[in-house]
C-alpha cells in the first residue's frame, strides 16, 4: 500500500488543528481525518460519526499499527509542510 496523495487544510476547533484526504494506491480515498494536538503531541484521527448514544465509532481506519503509522507518517508530514511554508513555528522533528 502506498500513500500516492495527501491534502490537508488548516482549521482551529479546540484539539484539532486540520483536516486531510488521503489517497491509496492512486484508487482509493479516505476523507476526514483529524490533525489533533493531543496532550502528547500531535496525532492524526481516523474518521468517525457520532452515535446516538453520543459515542464516536470509526468511519474506516488501518487494521494494523504499521498502517497507521504510515498514514500518521504522511499526513503530519503534509500538515507540518504547509505550516512551515507559511512562517509559522513547527516542532523541529516535523519536517
Not at 26 to 52: E, I, N
Not at 72 to 82: D, G, I, N, P
Amino acid at each position: 500500500m502506498e500513500i500516492t496523495r495527501v491534502t490537508v487544510r488548516e482549521i482551529d476547533m479546540n484539539m484539532v488543528k486540520g483536516i486531510a484526504s488521503i489517497i491509496i494506491d492512486d484508487c482509493f480515498v479516505v476523507h476526514d481525518l483529524r490533525v489533533v494536538d493531543g496532550d502528547r503531541g500531535f496525532f492524526v484521527a481516523m474518521p468517525s460519526r457520532k452515535l446516538p448514544n453520543g459515542d464516536f465509532k470509526d468511519i474506516a481506519h488501518p487494521l494494523n499499527a504499521e498502517t497507521r503509522e504510515k498514514i500518521q507518517r504522511a499526513v503530519l508530514h503534509e500538515f507540518f509542510k504547509m505550516k512551515k511554508e507559511k512562517g509559522e513555528p513547527v516542532p523541529e522533528d516535523a519536517v
